[in-house]
């Protein structure tokens, strides 16, 4: 997900985002964890997404104040 994308978002759904990406890499870690996965580089590419959108969802909270 790119940042310009994130910037169109709303509040409710980066949070929405934030989550269900946080459930997805879990999800992840624990089947690559059993047998690997076809490309562990979305590992990676989820913690990153997840990174964007905190980053995000934090500049708007210190806008906020």
Same mark, same amino acid.
Do not use: F, G, Q
């Given at each position: 997900m790119k940042t310009s994308e994130i910037r169109e $978002?709303? +509040? &409710?759904? =980066?949070?929405?985002k934030i989550d269900n990406a946080n459930e997805e890499l879990v999800r992840m870690?624990?089947? #690559? &964890?059993?047998?690997? $996965?076809?490309?562990? $580089? !979305? =590992? !990676? #590419? +989820? !913690? !990153?997404?997840i990174a964007r959108l905190q980053t995000e969802l934090r500049k708007r909270q210190l806008e906020e104040k």
């Open positions: $978002l709303t +509040t &409710a759904e =980066i949070v929405e870690k624990m089947n #690559h &964890a059993v047998s690997p $996965l076809d490309n562990p $580089l !979305r =590992i !990676r #590419h +989820t !913690r !990153r997404d």
